[in-house]
């Protein structure tokens, strides 16, 4: 399923403003935060939804897309904008997000643009956040969203929170047993 092409389309990071994501015979909806990453709704459709109707739903996910693939995607059909609503109170604020350098086990949480705790990629109050990342609205938003909605513990490869990225850095090294750069660091905790 795709929306109509409309070459003149904009994307906007107004927070608020709310979009439908085609996914095979499925439409997602998310609403820009207001620190501009998108909250995607626990719901799916096959026809588009009222404005009040998709707000009366939870947040699913909460992540960041890359800017310029969310204008491509309106042009292209695989989104398309609805308008504006009332902010939901959970995307008026700050998210943590996590940041994991390559072949470490200390990570970064950051909240609002600083770094507010260094601690173990292990640190049970930190598996649920989102990593940093920028996802592409047309190659990556869709299988993230089919994974999230589904709640597949087993598919962790669409990226998302650290416990799915540790449960990849797995999968890797598992693998490629004899690749030197998948080899997990002593200390791993298994999950």
């Known amino acids: 399923m795709k929306f109509p092409k409309d070459q003149k389309a904009k994307a906007s990071f107004v927070p ?14 998310c609403q820009v935060a207001a620190n501009q990453s998108l909250g995607f709704f626990r719901v799916r459709s096959n026809n588009i939804l009222e404005i009040k109707e998709i707000l009366r739903y939870s947040i699913m996910s909460r992540f960041g897309i890359s800017r310029p693939s969310l204008g491509r995607a309106l042009r292209d059909g695989y989104w398309i904008k609805l308008g504006k609503g009332n ?32 601690t173990s990629a292990f640190d049970p109050e930190i598996q ?39 449960k990849l850095k797995e999968y890797l090294a598992n693998k490629y047993s004899t690749a030197p750069h998948h080899q997990l660091p002593d200390g791993w905790v298994y999950t």
């Open 87 to 118: 902010l939901k109170q959970e995307l008026s604020e700050p998210a943590p997000t996590v940041q994991w350098p390559v072949g470490e086990l200390k990570v970064s949480v950051w909240l609002d643009g600083k770094i507010v705790k260094e």
């Open 16 to 29: 608020g403003t709310l979009y439908a994501v085609a996914v095979d015979d499925f439409i997602f909806y």
């Open 128 to 166: 649920s956040f989102e990593m940093v990342k920028a996802y592409d609205a047309i190659f990556h938003v869709p299988e993230r969203l089919l994974v999230d909605y589904t709640e597949d513990s087993e598919e962790f490869e669409s990226g998302g929170t650290v416990w799915r990225q540790r």
